[in-house]
């Protein structure tokens, strides 16, 4: 069955900081992986995907992720954050042609102005 | 475009009552997919319909179900409601297996 792990659940930095979030998976075959984004009193909205090609893939608002394929990883990063990325981040899986998505549980990013 | 509808966005209901929820998908998208969200649990998948046939189901008790119809609208219905039902139940929609979009979602609370 397939999991997704996120390594923190809930960060908090200062603005411009740096930001790495973790996200490991566990699937055999070949997977979907997304990025999404939960603003407070904002429905879910997608952040990136990697479907297949460049393993670096940028998204939104200066945000990128790299597929490790061998470390079966999905980090998210940003080189500076701001505080409007105060935010709920999920990494999700899906299986190839398949739409159930499973989530990890979720970080709590918490930027300080 | 419009986004992914929800309606109601809030519920309120009581132990052992029923509840319909409704979800209208992006013009164009024939897949949709229902989600629980709470705090402890995070975002879990209950199930996915596909032209009107449920094509993948989640671990979630018989009381929860759904069903699409040939517009591509869908409905969740949960039966005998239980207070750990309380949560943000979420709709998202896809072409077919590619990226899928969430509505707001509908905040049920049991009480």
Redesign the interface.
């Known amino acids: 069955a397939q999991s997704v792990s996120q390594h923190n659940h809930h960060v908090i930095l200062s603005e411009a900081a740096s930001l790495e979030l973790g996200c490991n998976y566990s699937y055999g075959g070949t997977v979907n992986l997304?990025w999404?984004v939960q603003y407070p009193g904002?429905?879910?909205?997608?952040l990136l995907?990697y479907f297949s090609g460049d393993p670096l893939v940028k998204g939104i608002k200066g945000f990128e992720a790299e597929f490790i394929k061998s470390k079966f990883s999905f980090n998210l990063r940003k080189p500076s954050v701001q505080w409007s990325d105060t935010a709920e981040y999920?990494c999700?899986v899906?299986a190839?042609?398949?739409?159930?998505?499973?989530?990890?549980?979720?970080t709590r990013l918490h930027i300080l102005p | 475009k419009a986004g992914v509808t929800q309606t109601p966005r809030y519920l309120i209901k009581t132990r052992g009552q029923q509840v319909t929820l409704s979800c209208s998908p992006i013009s164009g998208h024939r897949s949709v997919s229902w989600y629980q969200q709470t705090p402890g649990q995070g975002l879990q998948f209950l199930f996915e319909y596909f032209s009107e046939t449920q094509r993948n189901k989640g671990n979630f008790p018989g009381r929860f179900s759904g069903r699409q119809f040939s517009n591509s609208r869908s409905e969740m219905n949960v039966s005998t409601l239980e207070l750990g039902d309380s949560a943000l139940y979420l709709c998202a929609s896809s072409r077919n297996g590619e990226t899928q979009y969430f509505g707001p979602g509908t905040r049920l609370l049991v009480l």
């Open positions: 997304f999404y904002q429905h879910l909205q997608l995907k999920f999700a899906n190839l042609g398949d739409d159930k998505i499973i989530f990890g549980k979720g």
